[in-house]
Structure formats: C-alpha cells, structure tokens
C-alpha cells in the first residue's frame, strides 16, 4: 500500500501539533493513515487505499459513514439555519424527552460536549449532592482525560497517572479491581463515610472488553445505597450500543443514580450528557448549586444529528442487524483462533468485539470465552475470561500494536492501534 500523502501530512502536522494529532490515540507507529472520506462501512485515505472501519470513530458511528437521508436532512437544516445562538431550542428538548423516554433510571438530563466533560460534571455534581469528596474507580477504567480519574495505585494508595496533576487531585479518587465484590466491600467498610460515588463502565469498552460477573454491579448498588453514595454508570461507550435504546443498565436491570453519554448520543457530533433521577440532577445550576455551564452545549447540529440518529434506530431494527453482525464476526473469529491458535480470547458483546492476546497470561485465565458472553450463565469458558484490567494487561498486549494492527491495516482492516480499546460495528 501506498502511504506517500499520508506520511506528508504527519511532517506537516509533527511541526504544528503536539505528536501530529488531536487526540492522543491517533499517533501511530510509524505515522496515521490521514482519512478522506469515508464510505458505509468503511474509509478511504488520502493516498486512495480503502479499509473496512472497525474504529467507527471510537464509537459515535453507529449508523456508519453514510449517515440516513433523515440524519443529513436534519444537520443540513440546523446548520444553514444559524449553526448555534445561546438561546434554547426544542432539538433539545426533544433529544432528552428521547433520552428520558428510553433509558430506564434517566429521568432529566444535562447535555455538554464530551465524554470527558460529562464525566467532570457527573463527579462534581455527586460531590455536591453528598457533600463528600472520595470517589472509587475501577483499577483500567477510563473516563476521560480528567483530573479526578486519571490515576493509578490500589484502594486509598492512588497517584496522578500524568504529569500536571496534583497528587491532590488523587487523594480523593480510590480504586478497585473491577469484579472484586470483596474489595469494594473492604473499601467501603473503610471508607464509606466518604464516598460520595461510585464511578464505573457497565463493562469495561477501554480495557480489552471485560464483563461484569454475575452479582458484581448489584453489589456496588448495594454498597452505594447503603452508605449513602452514588452509583455514578459512565455509559459514553455503552450507551445506545450495548442493550440497544436501553443502554447497557437496561440490559443488566441496574438503576444507577447518575449515567454518562457521549459518542452516539450526538450522531457523530461532539456530545456528553449527564442524566439521572431528577432529585439529583436538578442540582445543576440554575436549578441548583453545583455549577455547570457550556457555550457549546445543546448545539442544535449536534442534538439534531442525535435525535434522528436515535430515532432511526429505533425504528429500523439496527440493533437486530448491527448485534447480528457482532455475533457472526466475534463467532467466526472464534473458529480461525480454535484452529490458529486457541490460547487467545475473543472478548465482546452487542456491537464490539476484541481479540484478546491471551497466551501465558498466568493468573486468572488461560483459555478463552464463548464469542460475545452473552451466555455468561451457559457458557463452559466463563471462568476463563478476562475478568478485569490486571487480566488483560497480563495478556501480550504489545502483539497487538507489534502484528496484529499492522498487519490487518495492511489488508485493509482498519482497527485501533491499542490493544486495550473496543473495535465497533455499524
Ligand atoms: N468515558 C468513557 C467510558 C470513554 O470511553 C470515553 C472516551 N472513549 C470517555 C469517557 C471520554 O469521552 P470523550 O473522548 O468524548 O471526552
């Protein structure tokens, strides 16, 4: 493959971007295809070399590259009418009647324009409805690039994960392994009093894909209801993918307090949302004291491309079609690696999937699970999957970028360059 353009572009942009790119995840070695434009399923680079697009822009692309006649129509229309005015409009309205209509603890929402800043708002508003300052993350949990969690360390031994934030910044956040019933147990036992939330993905979509175990979420429920904490669902990957209109709290029967968006919920537009049980959410200012604010948030484009992107899929079966397909793809990938090489996982469900390196990972596994873990109770491999990040990153992660990306790039598979994060079909 020919990559003339592309290496062109990435000097260019080495001398006027920080490593060539907006977003950290995109510098790959040796340099990033620069896309074009992308075409349904997949995208085209600047030099013409054409790749099925398992990134799907990290997630937002649910309907994939060519968007439905509706979704065009309506960015079309809010954009040439006066891109944005400071002022409401009813899009947004509507997007989170959808919202609140759809998903099942949600019954007000906020939106901004990140995952990252739905996230900062959701810890500060649980800080302020508490009035506590500890939060408790999942040891390889992401939730953006945010201060509060962007640490590393065990239980109430945290430290900043990047330069530029104060170690003070870490005193407040705590962590566990995820599905460790019992240290979460120990930790609020410790530090309960404190707690003002619990932050956590529903499943891990940035670590490799891991599931809850059966009773896992129930059991943070439990712990947060009891001490009087928040169960705070980061659903910026999960939500509208995993468990269809849902979210992925409808399919596991889990209320949190306080869910995330981001990514679908917008169409393909920068977009977050907080959203929850109204006694909480109306903490937000105006209605309340925890201050939340956005030049940008609500943009009519955005809640428009939104709106229509969600209303389409729910009234042209794609979480049939894309579920469908995730469970041909993750079903046949398992039979290439039963026959090529059976010690490593496939790891997914819904519309993600994941290859899995998972040859002499010591510990907790040493096999791999059924395709797509849907039959946690049936499946006879359960046991054996990645159960949380200390798994996977027991796995041959560095194969991935080493092999695997190059390789599939090469055949024109376009997939995440890092091992840890979720690929995605539309
Ligand atoms: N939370 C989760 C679970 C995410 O996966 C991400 C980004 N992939 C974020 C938050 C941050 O979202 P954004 O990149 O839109 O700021």
Same mark, same amino acid.
């Given at each position: ?7 062109? *572009?990435?000097?260019?942009? +080495? ?5 060539? !790119? ?12 620069? &896309? ?16 099925? @697009? ?6 937002? *692309? ?12 309506? !960015? ?16 947004? !309205? ?38 506590? @300052?500890? #939060? ?28 530029? #934030? ?9 962590? !566990? ?9 120990? +930790? ?5 009093? $404190? &707690? ?26 439990? +712990? ?7 169960? &705070? ?11 269809? *209109? ?33 006694? &909480? ?7 309340? @004291? ?26 042209? @079966? ?10 041909? +793809? ?35 596994? $040493? ?60």
């Amino acid at each position: 493959m020919n990559h003339e353009q592309s290496r062109a *572009l990435y000097d260019r942009a +080495l001398s006027v971007m920080p490593g060539g !790119v907006n977003s950290s995840v995109r510098a790959v070695r040796p340099y990033p295809f620069f &896309i074009e434009n992308g075409d349904g399923g997949h995208v085209v680079d600047t030099d013409g070399n054409r790749y099925i @697009d398992f990134v799907m822009g990290y997630g937002p *692309l649910l309907l994939g590259h060519d968007l439905p006649e509706s979704v065009q129509a309506a !960015v079309q229309q809010y954009s040439t009418e006066g891109p944005m005015y400071g002022a409401p409009t009813e899009v947004e !309205v509507e997007l989170a009647e959808f919202v609140t209509r759809h998903v099942p603890s949600v019954e007000m929402v906020r939106f901004v324009n990140s995952g990252t800043e739905a996230t900062v708002s959701a810890v500060r508003l649980a800080r302020g409805y508490t009035g506590r @300052d500890k #939060i408790v993350v999942m040891q390889g949990g992401y939730h953006g690039a945010q201060e509060s969690t962007l640490v590393e360390g065990e239980g109430n031994h945290t430290h900043p994960s990047s330069p530029g #934030i104060p170690e003070s910044f870490a005193e407040h956040t705590l962590t !566990v392994p995820f599905n460790d019933p019992d240290a979460a147990r120990e +930790l609020f036992e410790e530090h309960g009093e $404190d &707690i003002a939330a619990v932050l956590t993905e529903p499943i891990l979509g940035n670590y490799g894909i891991v599931h809850p175990v059966d009773g896992y979420h129930e059991t943070l429920r439990e +712990l947060c209801d009891d001490h009087g904490s928040l169960l &705070i669902f980061d659903e910026v990957i999960t939500g509208f993918r995993v468990g269809g *209109l849902q979210c992925a709290q409808g399919k596991f029967g889990i209320d949190p307090d306080i869910t995330t968006f981001g990514k679908i919920v917008g169409g393909g537009f920068p977009v977050g949302a907080i959203g929850g049980k109204s006694e &909480i959410i109306e903490q937000f200012t105006p209605a309340g @004291d925890v201050f939340q604010s956005g030049t940008f948030s609500g943009h009519p484009v955005t809640m428009a491309a939104g709106l229509e992107t969600l209303r389409y899929a729910a009234e042209n @079966d794609v979480y049939d079609h894309v579920n469908g397909l995730g469970e041909r +793809l993750r079903a046949g990938l398992q039979e290439i690696l039963e026959d090529q090489a059976p010690e490593y996982t496939v790891v997914g469900t819904d519309s993600m999937f994941k290859v899995v390196f998972t040859r002499d990972a010591p510990d907790t596994f $040493d096999g791999h699970c059924e395709a797509g873990c849907q039959q946690r109770e049936s499946c006879p491999r359960f046991e054996s999957c990645p159960k949380n990040g200390h798994d996977i990153t027991q796995a041959e992660t560095e194969r991935w970028e080493r092999l695997f990306w190059p390789a599939m790039k090469d055949q024109g598979v376009f997939l995440t360059a890092n091992q840890f994060e979720s690929q995605f079909i539309c």
